[in-house]
């Protein structure tokens, strides 16, 4: 019996050995990866798992910890690298970089910005916007682009003398707050220096102006004398024709010259006009305005010239509508429009104006049947001084710069401008402006 009972342990023993031995193994194995994978989570990326105490057994799990672990580790070196680069760029950059998380601090800010508002990098990160800016529309602006992903575009002047251009772009961002369900937004703020840009563009601006300004003495009194001699040359041509053989000559001379002064009178005249517009764009306040009556006004402002070339102004049926403009700038817009067409148009033909009224905008047409305009020219007949021909706009007294004064209108006051033509089917001429009354039915789809 005892014999048999020494034979069970040690059977028994060396069944559970075994078993004991392998758990062991096992155990040590998994403390052994854990420890590892929390090095890796700490950081330490060259972490590799050798069999030290159970070789054999767990070489496969330890072959792919290792390959995972060099895998993470050139990862990282390679996002290293990447991120190293981009901070060499951010912080090399001309154009001010802000980073703001979706609670509305700042995360991230490059040298050029902190340039720009004369605030060390220091007082940024993990500060609320609205300590680091304070500026109320910029603050608003931010915290619209944060709750509601709305991208945002505009000057501000952040001092005297710097005016800077601020571009918001939401990112999406999965982080949730406490009191919002929904995913927000982070923003990246772009901020450009055009201090230089807008000073030139008035200097600019000013020395076309006083230029121009300076301009219209000489040449209201080129013009003056010349049709005093024209008066004297006719008079005396009436009295005696037959005695000065040289008469014709100087009459073409004086024509020549009375002619060009008229050019160059409304030359000065169209770049004051533009150099004004320039200096009060932003400060245009429109207002409601009825727009058949600003065709009304332009059409007999133009008519005479219009009938000299039997040339019909036909205003097609159009509903009655409110555009939102300033009515001096609209009629100039129509002035120049109608004369352009004119000037283009065959004599006994026809110049027609109608509009599209849309939801809320209202887009204008100014159609004739001239030669039309060639396709490569369709981009740059509102360009300053372009002419599409060249001899027909100078004999006609013609400016080059009745377009850019309809384009430089129209986009201050909101709206768009543009041109469809085929070469030798006429032109039209056409551009929108917001609409404001809503009592129109006769809207596509019964859209009211």
């Known amino acids: 019996m005892t014999t048999f009972f020494i034979g069970f342990l040690v059977g028994l023993l060396v069944m559970v050995i075994p078993f004991w031995l392998r758990a062991r193994s096992t155990k040590a194995t998994r403390q052994h990866l854990i420890d590892s994978l929390e090095a890796i989570g700490s950081g330490r990326h060259d972490v590799r798992m ?208 009375y002619d060009e002064s008229i050019r160059m009178g409304n030359l000065v005249q169209d770049l004051l006009e533009l150099s004004k517009l320039e200096a009060t764009d932003s400060r245009v306040e429109p207002i409601s305005v009825d727009l058949q009556s600003i065709v009304d006004r332009a059409f007999e402002r133009v008519r005479h010239t219009a009938t000299a070339r039997h040339i019909e102004l036909r205003l097609e049926h159009v509903p009655r509508v409110n555009v939102w403009a300033d009515p001096d700038m609209l009629l100039q817009v129509f002035l120049n429009l109608l004369a352009n ?58 400016t080059g710069l009745g377009l850019a004064i309809v384009k430089h209108i129209v986009t201050a006051l909101g709206g768009e401008v543009g041109v469809d033509s085929v070469e030798g089917e006429g032109s039209d001429f056409w551009f929108t402006l917001s609409r404001l009354d809503t009592n129109i039915v006769n809207l596509p789809f019964g859209i009211k």
């Open 341 to 398: 067409a004119i000037h283009y148009s065959p004599d006994g033909s026809m110049v027609t104006v109608t509009w599209d009224v849309l939801i809320d905008r209202v887009k204008v047409h100014v159609r004739d049947n001239g030669s039309g305009i060639p396709k490569e020219s369709l981009n740059r007949v509102f360009e300053r001084f372009y002419r599409v021909e060249k001899h027909r706009s100078r004999a006609s007294g013609g």
């Open 50 to 257: 050798y069999p030290y105490r159970s070789p054999g057994a767990e070489m496969p799990v330890f072959d792919a910890f290792n390959r995972m672990s060099e895998h993470v580790e050139r990862t990282f070196e390679e996002m290293s690298q990447e991120r190293d680069l981009l901070r060499h760029i951010l912080q090399n950059m001309t154009t001010g970089v802000i980073y703001l998380r979706s609670d509305g601090e700042v995360q991230m800010v490059n040298e050029a910005a902190a340039r720009l508002f004369r605030r060390p990098v220091e007082q940024w990160r993990d500060r609320d916007h609205w300590t680091v800016f304070r500026n109320y529309h910029l603050g608003a602006a931010v915290d619209h682009a944060l709750l509601f992903g709305t991208p945002w575009t505009d000057e501000l002047v952040i001092r005297e003398g710097t005016t800077v251009r601020i571009r918001l772009v939401p990112i999406l961002s999965s982080a949730r707050t406490q009191n919002r369900p929904d995913h927000a937004h982070d923003v990246l703020m772009l901020v450009t220096d055009v201090s230089e840009w807008r000073r030139l563009e008035h200097m600019r601006s000013e020395f076309v102006a006083n230029v121009s300004h300076e301009l219209k003495t000489p040449i209201a009194a080129i013009r003056g004398f010349a049709e005093t001699l024209l008066d004297e040359e006719e008079e005396a041509s009436n009295a005696a024709p037959a005695q000065d053989v040289n008469h014709s000559m100087r009459q073409k001379f004086l024509r020549t010259i």
